[in-house]
């Protein structure tokens, strides 16, 4: 399947499985469920592109209980390269709690998939923190980083300032780290600004790694500019 179809089967398959819970969404101002649509130039991981610097849909959906309790799915298109699978799939459980007016922690695991690839596929916790609604700590731990049997971490750091008119300016940086010699430590960024309008958001980021990341990944990890379009509620 070449990219371009592959895009096209991706953005028809999270229309199709996200059409449905929109309509409700819009029913239920306090619905459980939220639901969102993407379309990005490049779906860049931790600094790295996972569609071979291609564009490609995106699609999540996600229930959230009264007590702050979570389950949800989201996928994407990759391109890792001929043979690979042309699809990721996460599924992920968490939960979500406001242990202060000024403190917010949430706690996830999730199942990275890639389907037709099982030997890909390998789970991660990950933790959250946010404080005064706009600052956040990230820490996030595999014992199978890759699916390679080796123990991967990955700190980050990332802000959030919201502006007149629906404009925000958002600014990330995260370090990976890796027990074994399955990659290099690597540090990675990203800048950006994005403007909602009702329920569409509209974003432009740069991203970019450091030398070692550039060792990691090859020309996958040079800096870039990514146009992301997202409708969701």
């Known amino acids: 399947m070449n990219h371009a179809t592959r895009c096209t089967a991706a953005a028809v398959l999270c229309a199709a499985l996200i059409a449905p819970f929109a309509a409700s969404a819009q029913d239920e101002a306090e619905s459980p469920f939220s639901w969102n649509i993407t379309a990005v130039s490049d779906y860049v991981f931790r600094g790295a592109s996972q569609t071979d610097e291609n564009p490609t849909g995106q699609a999540g959906f996600t229930y959230t209980s009264p007590v702050g309790l979570y389950a949800g799915v989201w996928g994407s298109g990759v391109d890792f390269g001929a043979g690979s699978p042309d699809f990721e799939v996460d599924y992920f459980v968490g939960y979500n709690i406001d242990v202060s007016e000024n403190v917010n922690v949430d706690v996830m695991v ?50 959030e300032w919201p502006l007149a008119h629906d404009f925000a300016v958002t600014a990330n940086l995260g370090r990976s780290t890796f027990e074994k010699d399955v990659g290099n430590d690597y540090t990675d960024w990203n800048v950006g600004v994005s403007k909602a309008i009702g329920m569409v958001t509209v974003g432009l980021g740069y991203y970019g790694t450091d030398g ?22």
């Open 212 to 233: 070692n990341g550039k060792d990691n990944f090859g020309k996958l990890a040079d800096n870039r500019v990514v146009l992301t379009f997202s409708v969701g509620k």
């Open 110 to 159: 999730n199942r990275y998939t890639y389907p037709g690839a099982s030997d890909l596929a390998y789970n991660e916790l990950i933790t959250k923190t946010t404080f005064a609604e706009h600052y956040s700590a990230t820490v996030a731990y595999s014992n199978d980083v890759w699916n390679s049997g080796t123990d991967g971490w990955y700190y980050g750091v990332g802000a």
